[in-house]
């Protein structure tokens, strides 16, 4: 197999593992991946060595996508819309990423503790760091720690994404993104 053909065969097993691993959690076979990505199964433990790893490596990938760290030097107001945008982005543009991201931080979701810790963190890191910004510019009137702030607007981000798959209405990232702002940042 050519290496360009064994690249592709790899991304599709990656994009099949988080799309299965979503669905189904660590119920998701090894079988039913393989399928996904039209593949034998041989390829994925060529690969991967093992179906943990496979969905470890799908999920770690999706981090790499999510943000790059921010400028220190930007307008603070700014830099926070654009983390909640682009989280909005990311979340919305396909579902199976938050539902990947969720799962992978559930006791028993056939991940480990450390990819689904690193997952969280990477997410609230983008908060803290624009939080902090923003917090320094004298934009946020609210006295708590952004760590406090970041886990809040975290969990207040996916009950809202949630929402609306469950609505089956179409999310704008800049209308959250703006009501997010008005929230928390002062006028």
Same mark, same amino acid.
Do not use: C
């Given at each position: 197999?050519?290496?360009?053909?064994?690249?592709?065969?790899?991304?599709?097993?990656?994009?099949?593992?988080?799309?299965?691993?979503?669905?189904?959690?660590?119920?998701?076979?090894?079988?039913?991946?393989?399928?996904?990505?039209?593949?034998?199964?041989?390829?994925?433990?060529?690969?991967?060595?093992?179906?943990?790893?496979?969905?470890?490596?799908? #999920?770690? @990938?999706? +981090?790499?996508?999510?943000? =790059?760290?921010?400028?220190?030097? !930007?307008?603070?107001?700014? $830099? &926070? /819309?654009?983390?909640?945008?682009?989280?909005?982005?990311?979340?919305?543009?396909?579902?199976?990423? #938050?539902? @990947?991201? +969720?799962?992978?931080?559930? =006791?028993?979701?056939?991940?480990? !503790?450390?990819?689904?810790? $690193? &997952? /969280?963190?990477?997410?609230?890191?983008?908060?803290?760091?624009?939080?902090?910004?923003?917090?320094?510019?004298?934009?946020?009137?609210?006295?708590?720690? =952004?760590?406090?702030?970041?886990? !809040?607007?975290?969990?207040?981000?996916?009950?809202?994404?949630?929402?609306?798959?469950?609505?089956?209405?179409?999310?704008?990232?800049?209308?959250?993104?703006?009501?997010?702002?008005?929230?928390?940042?002062?006028?």
């Amino acid at each position: 197999m050519s290496k360009k053909r064994e690249r592709a065969a790899r991304e599709r097993l990656l994009e099949a593992a988080l799309k299965l691993f979503a669905e189904r959690g660590q119920h998701a076979s090894v079988e039913e991946i393989a399928r996904q990505a039209h593949v034998a199964k041989g390829t994925v433990y060529y690969h991967f060595k093992s179906k943990r790893r496979l969905i470890q490596q799908a #999920l770690e @990938a999706e +981090l790499e996508g999510l943000a =790059p760290p921010l400028a220190s030097d !930007a307008d603070p107001l700014e $830099q &926070l /819309r654009a983390v909640i945008e682009g989280l909005a982005q990311w979340a919305t543009s396909r579902p199976e990423r #938050l539902r @990947a991201l +969720l799962l992978a931080g559930q =006791p028993g979701s056939g991940v480990t !503790a450390a990819v689904g810790h $690193q &997952l /969280r963190e990477r997410v609230l890191r983008l908060f803290r760091q624009a939080l902090t910004l923003a917090q320094a510019a004298n934009l946020i009137t609210h006295p708590q720690p =952004p760590d406090l702030i970041a886990v !809040a607007l975290f969990g207040a981000l996916v009950h809202i994404l949630e929402y609306w798959q469950h609505q089956d209405r179409p999310i704008n990232p800049r209308q959250l993104s703006t009501a997010f702002l008005n929230f928390i940042v002062r006028r």
